[in-house]
Protein backbone atom coordinates (compact mmCIF):
# COMPACT_ATOMS: atom_id res chain seq x y z
CA UNK A 1 0.00 0.00 0.00
CA UNK A 2 1.50 3.24 -0.92
CA UNK A 3 1.08 6.28 0.61
CA UNK A 4 2.04 5.57 4.74
CA UNK A 5 4.75 4.79 7.04
CA UNK A 6 4.90 0.81 8.27
CA UNK A 7 7.18 -0.78 10.45
CA UNK A 8 9.84 -2.78 9.02
CA UNK A 9 8.46 -6.62 9.90
CA UNK A 10 12.26 -7.83 10.61
CA UNK A 11 14.36 -5.72 11.47
CA UNK A 12 17.17 -8.54 11.77
CA UNK A 13 16.75 -9.22 7.56
CA UNK A 14 20.26 -8.62 5.86
CA UNK A 15 18.79 -6.52 3.60
CA UNK A 16 18.19 -4.01 6.50
CA UNK A 17 21.88 -4.44 7.10
CA UNK A 18 22.80 -3.48 3.79
CA UNK A 19 20.84 -0.07 3.80
CA UNK A 20 21.99 1.11 7.21
CA UNK A 21 25.45 0.05 6.06
CA UNK A 22 24.96 2.44 2.82
CA UNK A 23 23.85 5.14 4.61
CA UNK A 24 26.90 5.01 7.30
CA UNK A 25 29.17 4.51 4.00
CA UNK A 26 27.80 7.78 2.13
CA UNK A 27 27.85 9.31 5.36
CA UNK A 28 31.04 8.38 5.70
CA UNK A 29 32.63 10.01 2.77
CA UNK A 30 30.45 13.11 2.50
CA UNK A 31 31.85 13.99 5.95
CA UNK A 32 35.14 12.28 6.11
CA UNK A 33 34.32 10.44 8.80
CA UNK A 34 34.48 6.67 10.17
CA UNK A 35 31.16 5.74 11.63
CA UNK A 36 30.71 1.77 12.33
CA UNK A 37 27.66 0.10 12.28
CA UNK A 38 26.43 -1.60 15.54
CA UNK A 39 22.75 -2.51 15.36
CA UNK A 40 19.61 -1.40 13.40
CA UNK A 41 17.83 -0.31 16.58
CA UNK A 42 14.37 -0.06 14.62
CA UNK A 43 12.92 1.26 11.11
CA UNK A 44 10.06 1.48 8.88
CA UNK A 45 9.26 2.15 5.43
CA UNK A 46 6.80 3.78 3.05
CA UNK A 47 5.94 2.33 -0.61
CA UNK A 48 6.42 5.56 -2.94
CA UNK A 49 7.49 5.18 -6.43
CA UNK A 50 10.14 2.96 -4.55
CA UNK A 51 10.84 2.68 -1.10
CA UNK A 52 11.71 4.78 1.56
CA UNK A 53 13.23 3.41 4.57
CA UNK A 54 13.90 5.34 7.70
CA UNK A 55 16.16 3.50 10.01
CA UNK A 56 17.40 4.26 13.53
CA UNK A 57 20.89 3.04 14.26
CA UNK A 58 23.44 2.73 16.60
CA UNK A 59 26.68 3.62 15.47
CA UNK A 60 30.37 4.00 16.96
CA UNK A 61 33.61 6.04 15.44
CA UNK A 62 36.74 4.42 15.06
CA UNK A 63 37.16 1.20 17.05
CA UNK A 64 36.57 2.40 20.90
CA UNK A 65 34.31 5.01 19.96
CA UNK A 66 31.26 5.40 22.16
CA UNK A 67 27.95 4.58 20.55
CA UNK A 68 25.54 7.38 19.32
CA UNK A 69 21.93 7.09 17.87
CA UNK A 70 21.67 8.52 13.89
CA UNK A 71 18.60 8.13 11.96
CA UNK A 72 19.10 7.78 8.07
CA UNK A 73 16.54 8.17 4.92
CA UNK A 74 17.17 6.19 2.30
CA UNK A 75 15.30 6.13 -0.88
CA UNK A 76 15.30 2.63 -3.05
CA UNK A 77 14.54 3.51 -7.02
CA UNK A 78 12.32 0.86 -7.63
CA UNK A 79 14.58 -0.67 -10.77
CA UNK A 80 17.28 -2.50 -9.01
CA UNK A 81 19.97 -1.29 -10.82
CA UNK A 82 19.90 2.09 -10.04
CA UNK A 83 21.67 3.50 -6.77
CA UNK A 84 20.21 4.15 -3.17
CA UNK A 85 19.54 7.88 -2.27
CA UNK A 86 20.44 8.69 1.09
CA UNK A 87 17.87 11.11 2.02
CA UNK A 88 19.39 12.38 5.03
CA UNK A 89 21.61 11.04 8.07
CA UNK A 90 21.28 13.19 11.52
CA UNK A 91 22.39 12.24 14.82
CA UNK A 92 19.54 12.19 17.49
CA UNK A 93 20.94 11.78 20.61
Given at each position: MEGGWFP???IDDPSVD???KFA?????KENNSA???QTVVS?????????IFRLIIDVSE????DIKTYEAEVYQPP?????LVLNYFKLIN
Open positions: IKDDIAITRNNLKLGESQVVCGIGDDGWRDNP
